[in-house]
């Protein structure tokens, strides 16, 4: 158990991230008391059933008074009016933070309604699952997981440092970095193979019924880990793309004109440039295992309950 | 303990498949003796020494004699060749099948060696991990997965039949399709998902090393999902892109239009087709896990270990 840090965590939307930091927080110990608040009576409901958060609030205003953290874990896009609502209502010293997949734009969107003596350091703990809402979280989801921070003019060395140790608390391993180059690195390891994810599962939506219900079928051979990629947040995922736009065009481009090398080479029936490109890329899954991000258990560990040895 | 069905299996390649074919088989008692062969000696010495088959055989000639079931485990470019090398060879009544991920071409290549009173049913055990070579193998490989099989001209009701009851003893399900169709369907399951994990991987090598590193450090975010498809074997990979290429291209024509659809709605700003399309993607997951491809488990079950109970 550690001394808790914050006496009152105010959280601004309860889906799978808010909740998962209430459950992450509560079982670490490190604040207090969270209160939150979501536009719908609903979630705000099922979290006090839940009981992630001591008390519900109608209005973002009213959840961040006397809060020392406020966490702000809605859509990208939605970050500039919930800091222009909450602003006012800042308590003297209070740190804000947020947990969006792009930077850049919240940064731009936030900072000018952060008044005086309160602090906004940009976050980023990269970390989900393809479920949503209040009952999707759980208090291991940070676990090992990397949390950016992207310090700018609004922060403070000691706002970033605490906030740093309150994700430490958590289970994250803390990087800090410069907005606009985390919007390019998530870029290619986030966004574009979302939009990659959801641009297969619609082209097999539009398929004839017959072939479509096939693919369902037999999906386990490929197309199934992208359906999984591709059930994600569609609110959370459209404020990423639109808020992300130069990073991820820049992106698109690049793995387009591959696209188009490869689709040429299949055309001409040209096996060794093919099997050149095949074999490079098992390089970077080797590092991505080496640097512990995967392990290298077949299929995701799927076969991990079935398997058993040879002998 | 199923009675044998076979008196002597013959497996032409000893790799994933012809390995996994061997422990079930073995496993499941449906075989009296397994023979194989490979082209390399370190690949035979080492199925003999993982104790999956009985002989190892220098020759795919030598090692069909006698055998009364004999699986081409090979890429399917090699077939054909095969087919001819084995052709003179077959015992009377002997089936020949294969588990090639294309079918036309296989069909196509192989049965004008298959001589009178010998037969051929090509098959795809639609089932793989990204690992290769003979101690990637498991019995478990084929369990609760499809096995399509595409009987042609050299096929038998009676062949058919025979290999059927084979597969379902190994654990699979069984689905009798035209190879073209298969071909149509894995094109779009499987094909075109492999081709596209490919390239996004390959776009990354391309980047310049910094970056490079960043997207390995924080991979977790989505990329990492496409290294483990694009780390399968290149040569068997090569040869599906080229032996199934119409339906290949068709396909990936299909998916570049709509990705330049969604690429112009994140270009002008267009929210409200993206999110029409990411909530349309998530009825497709959806009917995956409703017939029983795949769990709900967030994450591909990663988490399986560390969850707990929130209470």
């Not at 874990?73 to 500039?80: D, N």
Request: charged fraction near 25%.
């Amino acid at each position: 158990m550690t001394e808790p840090m914050f006496n009152r965590l105010a959280l601004v939307g309860l889906g799978l991230i808010g909740s998962s930091i209430a459950w992450a927080a509560k079982r670490k110990g490190v604040v207090k008391e969270i209160v939150g608040t979501a536009r719908s009576q609903a979630t705000r409901d099922r979290a006090l059933e839940l009981g992630f958060i001591d008390k519900a609030f109608e209005t973002a205003a009213e959840a961040v008074d006397g809060a020392d953290l406020v966490v702000l874990c809605v859509p990208v896009r939605a970050s500039g009016a919930v800091a222009e609502e909450i602003g006012p209502h800042l308590a003297p010293g209070a740190i804000v933070t947020d947990v969006g997949s792009v930077k850049r734009s919240v940064v731009n969107d936030v900072e000018p309604h952060i008044p005086e003596g309160r602090y906004f350091v940009a976050g980023h703990p990269v970390a989900g699952t393809e479920h949503s809402g209040p009952d999707a979280g759980f208090a291991e989801l940070f676990e090992g997981r990397w949390c950016i921070l992207t310090p700018s003019d609004k922060s403070s060395a000691d706002a970033t440092q605490k906030l740093q140790a309150f994700w430490e608390a958590l289970g994250s391993n803390v990087e800090i970095m410069e907005p606009d180059h985390h919007d390019l690195v998530l870029a290619i390891t986030s966004h574009i193979p979302h939009l990659i994810a959801y641009n297969i599962v619609g082209t097999v939506a539009d398929l004839e019924t017959d072939t479509r219900s096939e693919v369902i079928k037999f999906s386990a051979s490929g197309f199934r880990d992208f359906t999984r990629i591709a059930a994600s947040d569609p609110t959370m995922w459209r404020d990423v793309f639109l808020a992300n736009k130069d990073a991820v065009l820049e992106m698109l481009g690049r793995f387009s004109e591959d696209l188009s090398t490869l689709q040429r080479a299949i055309r001409r029936g040209e096996g060794d440039d093919l099997y050149k490109l095949f074999s490079r890329t098992r390089d970077i899954r080797r590092s991505i295992i080496d640097v512990g991000q995967e392990t290298d258990e077949p299929d995701f560990g799927r076969m991990r309950e079935t398997r058993s040895k040879k002998d």
